[in-house]
């Protein structure tokens, strides 16, 4: 498809030939994110809401896709443009527009990086909960494209959980408002909460209010060390099946560590096979008798060492290891394919050992980390997609482990969405009705199927046709 040169300089207009892009160059560098690629014919980076409601009203009227765009940090192809058209690049709306203590809420723009609005509420002594592992680049408009969580989500939940209201431009060129500044809203239809995790397959985000909570008075961080993945996850399910509920409860397997203690030199000993990242955080009075009974927990349950961190220092050495541990990986093998799947934390340690013998059976190098706290766990194979023996195999694997995990009561994603990489495996969890029933909602905001189109419920390929 080619955009007419009328309609570009009709877009140019609008937002200005500095937000209005067309070159090779720039095209390129909005075409992939982690997991693919695919080449915009313009990308348009607007400033307001309005700009955004008339480039989607053109685009619409000519019949031109438009694949909505934060920082591009996807994990699944979200956010590219794999049939063209326009890119609608937001990261330029990131204005926080207003932080209330007092009403305990705050107003941003979709192109707010999430680490930078954490420390903006933090100055003031407040806290917003959601932090996904990519928070210092991922934005907060992103994060409600997907529902991201993070950590944190076994204590305090998703980004769905932090919603008040949103503003959404949509290809009519209508402009719906949901939610508002109260904590409690029952009229009508809850949209707000709806359109989190509808991955830009509505409209386009221009704004978006949250909930912000009092920041906690004390944290403490404890790292244990298991011999195997067994006692790690048994573990997880100890520490959840007690009366403390802790901010953050993170597994990560031996291969990962392996990497960590390569990049950081942390000195793991060799007989370490998993380790548990351990959060407990409020009053003061209270974190210490609860990190002292999860230390007594771990201990029982055939922990090797125990490591509390004793400063703000040697917390942020932990929690350095864990979030840039992903990167380090990726300079291993020439494609990671870093996945997203959550089952009941009852589950944990069986899903952990049945995606580390679905690698070694197609002897394909895995790791495994996740927010155990809340059964999120993300798996990431290690291989040469431009390798057609590689790729195929692991096409075989990966739907051989999507069926596991579903059979283990499990889901697709737990905060990564749908995007392109698992579009055709949503007829196995979602029944034909529910499918039915979306395409409709869909149909309702954009009749003319232009925002991000080969997305999510539209994929086509049926359950007989899958690997």
């Known amino acids: 498809m080619t955009i007419a040169d009328a309609l570009v300089r009709e877009i140019r207009s609008i937002t200005g030939p500095e937000a209005c892009l067309d070159t090779p160059e720039d095209l390129r560098c909005y075409s992939y994110d982690l997991f693919t690629r695919g080449l915009p014919e313009l990308v348009v980076l607007p400033r307001t809401t309005e700009e955004v409601a008339r480039v989607l009203k053109l685009a619409n009227e000519a019949g031109i896709p438009v694949t909505p765009r934060g920082a591009g940090s996807s994990l699944t192809g979200g956010p590219i443009p794999i049939r063209g058209g326009i890119s609608l690049c937001l990261a330029r709306m990131n204005r926080i527009l207003e932080i209330s203590p007092r009403d305990r809420l705050a107003r941003v723009q979709p192109g707010v990086v999430t680490h930078d609005f954490h420390r903006a509420v933090a100055k003031m002594g407040l806290f917003y909960p959601p932090d ?3 928070s210092y680049f991922c934005t907060l408009g992103g994060n409600v494209a997907t529902n991201a969580g993070g950590p944190s989500g076994v204590k305090y939940g998703v980004t769905r959980d932090y919603l008040l209201g949103l503003t959404l431009a949509v290809p009519s060129g209508d402009v719906l408002v949901t939610g508002g500044r109260s904590y409690k809203n029952v009229t ?43 006692p790690a996850t048994e573990g997880v399910a100890q520490i959840m099946g007690n009366a403390i509920i802790p901010a953050t409860l993170e597994f990560m397997d031996r291969n990962f560590l392996e990497t960590v203690d390569q990049l950081f030199g942390f000195g793991f000993p060799k007989e370490v096979g998993a380790a548990l990242l351990i959060e407990v955080d409020g009053p003061e009075v209270l974190v210490g008798p609860q990190a002292a009974a999860i230390l007594d927990l771990c201990t029982k349950g055939g922990a090797l060492t125990i490591q509390a961190a004793e400063s703000p220092e040697e917390r942020e050495k932990l929690w350095k290891a864990r979030r840039a541990g992903t990167a380090a990986l990726v300079r291993e093998a020439k494609y990671v394919a870093s996945l997203d799947f959550c089952v009941p934390v009852s589950a944990i340690s069986q899903a952990v050992r049945e995606i580390q013998e679905i690698g070694r059976r197609y002897d394909m190098k895995v790791v495994v980390i996740g927010h155990a706290g809340d059964g999120n766990l993300h798996p990431m194979f290690f291989y040469d997609p431009d390798d057609p023996r590689q790729a195929e195999t692991y096409a075989v694997l990966e739907a051989e482990l999507v069926r596991s995990i579903l059979k283990l009561s499990g889901t697709l994603s737990g905060e990564h969405g749908i995007g392109l990489e698992k579009a055709q495996y949503l007829s196995l969890e979602k029944a034909p009705f529910e499918l039915q029933l979306s395409r409709r909602v869909k149909m309702a905001f954009d009749p003319n199927l232009i925002m991000n189109p080969g997305k999510c419920e539209w994929a086509t390929k049926t359950d007989r046709e899958l690997p």
Do not use: N, Q
């Not at 707000?192 to 961080?221: D, N, Q, W, Y």
């Open 188 to 230: 009508g239809y809850d949209f707000t909460h709806f359109i989190c995790g509808s991955e830009g397959m509505l409209g386009a985000l221009t704004e978006i209010t949250v909930k912000i909570l009092p920041k906690p008075e004390a944290v403490r961080t404890l790292l244990a060390l298991y011999s195997d993945v067994g």
């Open 132 to 134: 996904p592992a990519s």
